[in-house]
């Protein structure tokens, strides 16, 4: 095995083209656990931890600004540093593992590993992120919905490397669930995440651990944008929420493992997926994005904590 | 491969390190530091908890060479114990000067605040899990500005088993250093603002 250190973006990219065999590795909270386990072994790793840059986050520039979260920001740095604007990213990244694995792993290494029950997954659906991916030959802005291609595939060409996320400000409530055995350290049995624009009277969604790869729930979401009653005051219409929770786990094509059967599955969705409507519903209008105020949010960047 | 790291103060390098190896092999195998427990290797349990540049992780998830030219501080370093260990052989525990230590019971002598909270709360028992326990339980405590809540302690140490005790000391061990420590820091900035009590 070697082990590739770049000083520098530019060398990790110029690594990666002449060894597309290596494996980036980052927090190492996955990459090493299949090594120590003996369940397969790189031929090479890529440590991509001296690369400094990858570990801001910053705004885009445009008229409509996202985050772009280097490929180095932790999951505790994320829930910390981010957590006012990407309300739904910070509730899944405390669920991911412990205090311990939270302090070095990272949402592209979700990405990069794209298991179908990554934690980062559905509340990406659900905002329409974009992974910024890299090789030598340029740079590609993937929509989120064609980055996994199957379980633990994604659309990475061998010579490129994930540089950032970018991510939208939350542009309403969002709110993320997760079925486990317990509170810490678990992997998801199934999950969810749902984003509601208010004024664009838009909903996102994200399944997660309930198909080969994380997915939207489309009709699901066309279902929102056209019979919630997005101007109503009142609590959320109880039947709305159910026939949500049905279109949620239709959307679902789980299997039966050592997690869960695929109908525990289906139904659990279907509960969570309308718990977290009624939480969402509950919270819009204290997020930033539905007051007048979201512009002041667009101004502080992050460095290397 | 060669790794050069910095161990509870000290600059350290390990020779032969294969490229797979992990942080937490490099400091027990190749540095005699076996403060840090292997016990799962897949970050699931916590016993391997150690400080990397400040920060707590599990060492077993680190590989060897992200370690190069990084700051670790490990279970023997809290009790300024981890210096003496360099260089490989592991040196057997040497007994405190039974004058000093003379009392009944396991001598406190060196040990960090929270090691001795641990031993005076009862919360140790087969312990395994105790050494990565320990250094989280630390990183709350010095992070936290006043004493934690029960669940702000029950979340820091979630990713931290043990199979013996139930928890139950091991919380109280935690609530008594942390409690001590706060008011340590509390009578200490009382010294700090003038007209304060004189020292």
């Known amino acids: 095995m070697d082990f590739l250190r770049p000083a520098t973006w530019e060398d990790a990219l110029a690594m990666k083209a002449a060894r597309p065999d290596a494996t980036p590795i980052q927090g190492g909270t996955d990459v090493m656990v299949e090594i120590n386990l003996d369940k397969g072994r790189p031929t090479a790793l890529l440590d991509l931890n001296p690369v400094a840059e990858l570990a801001r986050w910053s705004w885009t520039a445009g008229p409509a600004p996202m985050l772009r979260v280097g490929a180095g920001v932790t999951y505790t740095r994320l829930i910390s540093e981010l957590g006012t604007w990407l309300p739904g990213l910070a509730q899944a990244s405390r669920t991911v593992g412990s205090p311990q694995i939270r302090n070095r792993g990272t949402l592209a290494g979700n990405l990069g590993a794209a298991s179908p029950a990554g934690d980062g997954h559905p509340p990406l659906l659900a905002s329409g992120a974009l992974v910024e991916a890299e090789s030598v030959r340029g740079t590609r802005l993937i929509p989120i919905i064609e980055f996994y291609t199957g379980v633990k595939r994604n659309a990475l060409e061998g010579d490129e490397l994930i540089r950032a996320v970018h991510v939208p400000p939350a542009a309403g409530p969002q709110c993320f669930a997760k079925v486990g055995t317990r509170n810490a350290m678990v992997i998801a049995v199934c999950s969810f995440a749902v984003a509601l624009d208010v004024r664009a009277r838009r909903a996102g969604t994200g399944i997660g651990s309930a198909a080969p790869t994380p997915r939207r729930a489309h009709a699901a979401e066309e279902f929102l944008a056209g019979e919630l009653d997005w101007d109503g005051a009142g609590p959320l219409d109880p039947a709305l929420a159910h026939r949500f929770g049905e279109l949620v786990a239709e959307a679902a094509a789980p299997i039966d493992d050592v997690r869960g059967r695929a109908d525990y599955r289906r139904h659990a969705l279907a509960v969570m997926a309308r718990r977290s409507l009624g939480w969402a519903w509950a919270e819009r209008g204290s997020v930033p994005g539905t007051s007048d105020a979201s512009g002041t949010y667009h101004q502080k960047s992050g460095e290397n904590g | ?199």
Not at chain 2, 12 to 24: F, I, P, Q, R, T
Not at chain 2, 37 to 47: F, I, T, V, Y
Not at chain 2, 184 to 189: G, I, K, M, P, W
């Open chain 2, 1 to 199: 491969m060669r790794v050069n790291v910095r161990v509870n103060g000290e600059p350290m390098v390990a020779d032969d390190v294969w490229e797979g190896e992990s942080l937490l092999y490099v400091l027990r195998e190749r540095l005699g530091l076996p403060g840090a427990k292997n016990a799962c290797e897949q970050g699931e349990c916590g016993s391997c908890t150690v400080y990397l540049d400040g920060i707590t992780v599990c060492a077993c998830l680190v590989a060897a060479g992200q370690a190069e030219g990084r700051e670790v501080v490990t279970v023997e370093g809290l009790s300024g114990g981890g210096a003496r260990r360099r260089g490989g052989a592991p040196d057997r525990n040497p007994r405190p000067d039974p004058d000093v230590d003379d009392v009944a019971g396991p001598p406190l002598d060196g040990l960090d605040e929270v090691q001795r909270c641990f031993v005076e709360a009862g919360a140790v028992q087969c312990g395994f899990c105790t050494p990565g326990l320990v250094v989280q339980a630390h990183a709350l405590i010095a992070g936290a500005s006043r004493v934690p809540e029960d669940a702000e302690i029950r979340e820091a140490l979630a990713g931290n088993l043990c199979r013996c005790t139930g928890y139950e000391k091991i919380l109280d061990a935690v609530r008594l250093a942390a409690a001590r420590a706060h008011a340590r820091a509390a009578t200490e900035n009382a010294r700090s603002v003038p007209g304060g009590a004189d020292d």
